[in-house]
């Protein structure tokens, strides 16, 4: 059985390219904070939404809707709307985080079905379970703190379908709870959609220095010949007592591809590309190759070469805590 | 740039020496038609840049001895063209190829950010939101010049394919399957 791919779009190009590179599934939010990634003329409207599903149907694609951040006080009636919308449009599947939105949703979509936003950080079966037994989730998006024994531990405990992230930006903190980029911008990632908005980074190159400032903090500087500094604090480069260095994580990238067969092994179902804020030149390359390791996993051929190295955002990778050899 | 550069085709030297005797005012006026064309077809790339309709844009392409001064102003688009350094509130430089990869869709935006391909200064959501807009319109300037050749459009269409062979460099949308 193939392994299904879960693509990342941000812009209605974006998902067809996705679609066209062979996509099973395609993940996208709305253009609002209901979804973690709420960046400058990024996401979908509501019109753009439902032409994107019909022609992700179309072509034996599925959609998914994230409505992963969490509600604030007060203006719950933006991700009620957002839920209704992402079911009139035809979506799949809504991608939820918050447990009063999951209860909404399972109390007034009963049809819609529903999975766990990584960002709910549901790390060991027993959780899990609840979110299924509860409010009656399907899947589980596994954060990225685990390793591929803890998936398949999880996995046998479980009738929850599980889908982890293979590929693109990660985050080593248990998704949901990194308070970080809040400290520096005053924007939250869990609440505004934002880690390390935008508006608030800055880039500034000097006679081939290139420094990046986070809400007016320079949180990296790099010569000439350096990949080009990540613009969030926890890839940022410290001083502490005599030590400089990336003192919480290394500015690398995901790229889980040869895992895959461990993966399937451990009885996952889905795998998950990061990067609806990247281009669609970046979508189609990376679901194409994704696809092509997928199909080749499928009928027993080894890994494709994997050809992704250059598409990476700080231009290195790494196999992320699905193999745990952290210094 | 660093080890994963990609290694972007430089425009030719000469005849970048020859644009510095180029007569500017002309250029950036049929340029700004030709963006307001381009507007007119593709009017949801403004919605999509949004508060930034009104940024100022510096399109530096490090390769010729000129620059760019883009204005979306809501679908009524300018285009200044100028040999001095010009200010806006945000600045993009790079290779001239990179440039018209990017509007293509031949590259990744970050992926030449991070190999330090390209150069981003300013306004960083401005930069974002016209990436994103031109990325989602998936413009095709060589389809858009042809349109606006007349009788002469299969002419413009060999001159820029064979351009494009020769330069190496993304003169039209590149289909990110070439199956469909």
Not at chain 1, 47 to 62: I, L, Q, T
Not at chain 1, 232 to 238: D, N, W, Y
Not at chain 2, 123 to 135: E, Q, S
Not at chain 2, 142 to 150: L, R
Request: charged share 20%.
């Amino acid at each position: 059985m193939v392994m299904e791919i879960v693509c990342p779009a941000g812009t209605p190009a974006s998902l067809r390219a996705a679609v066209k590179a062979g996509a099973h599934t395609v993940y996208c939010g709305f253009a609002d904070e209901t979804n973690a990634r709420n960046f400058p003329g990024l996401n979908f409207e509501r019109d753009e939404m439902r032409e994107g599903v019909a022609f992700a149907h179309d072509h034996g694609s599925k959609v998914l809707v994230a409505i992963n951040t969490f509600p604030r006080a007060g203006g719950e009636e933006m991700w009620h709307r957002a839920i209704a919308d992402a079911e009139s449009a035809g979506a799949d599947a809504v991608i939820l985080a918050d447990l009063g939105l999951l209860a909404h949703a399972a109390q007034h979509h009963p049809n819609l079905r529903r999975h766990l936003s990584v960002q709910a950080a549901a790390a060991n079966a027993d959780v899990i379970n609840f979110y299924a037994d509860a409010f009656g989730v399907r899947r589980v998006v596994l954060p990225r703190v685990l390793s591929v024994p803890e998936i398949a531990a999880i996995n046998a405990e479980t009738e929850v379908e599980t889908e982890v992230f293979v590929f693109g930006g990660l985050c080593v903190m248990a998704e949901g709870r990194c308070s970080l980029s809040s400290y520096a911008t005053g924007k939250s990632p869990n609440m505004n959609g934002v880690c390390s908005p935008a508006s608030h980074v800055d880039y500034h190159e000097d006679h081939g220095d290139l420094s990046a400032k986070l809400g007016g903090y320079t949180i990296h500087k790099v010569g000439a010949g350096q990949p080009a500094p990540y613009p969030t604090l926890c890839k940022g480069c410290f001083q502490a007592g005599e030590a400089t260095g990336h003192l919480f994580e290394d500015p690398v990238s995901l790229n889980a591809e040869a895992l895959i067969p461990q993966l399937a092994k451990a009885g996952v179902t889905a795998l998950k590309i990061e990067g609806r804020q990247r281009s669609r030149s970046y979508v189609a390359q990376v679901v194409r190759n994704f696809r092509a390791a997928v199909d080749a996993q499928a009928a027993g051929l080894p890994m494709p070469e994997g050809m992704l190295a250059s598409l990476t955002e700080g231009q290195a990778t790494t196999a992320g805590a699905y193999k745990k050899t952290w210094r | 740039m660093s080890d994963h550069s990609v290694n972007l085709p430089l425009f030719p030297r000469l005849p970048a020496l020859a644009l510095k005797g180029m007569p500017l005012m002309p250029v950036s006026m049929a340029l700004s038609g030709f963006a307001r064309r381009i507007a007119a077809r593709h009017p949801a790339m403004f919605r999509r840049l949004g508060e930034y309709n009104a940024a100022r844009f510096v399109l530096d392409p490090t390769d010729l001895p000129l620059s760019m001064l883009l204005e979306p102003l809501n679908g009524r688009p300018r285009i200044h063209l100028s040999r001095r350094t010009l200010r806006g509130d945000a600045r993009i430089a790079g290779p001239l190829s990179g440039l018209l990869g990017l509007v293509h869709g031949a590259y990744d935006g970050d992926a030449l950010f991070f190999s330090r391909d390209l150069v981003i200064e300013g306004d960083t959501a401005a930069v974002l939101a016209l990436r994103n807009a031109i990325d989602d319109a998936e413009l095709d300037l060589s389809a858009e010049a042809q349109a606006m050749s007349g009788p002469f459009a299969a002419a413009m269409r060999r001159l820029i394919a064979m351009a494009e062979a020769r330069t190496g460099v993304a003169l039209s949308r590149h289909e990110e399957d070439g199956t469909w």
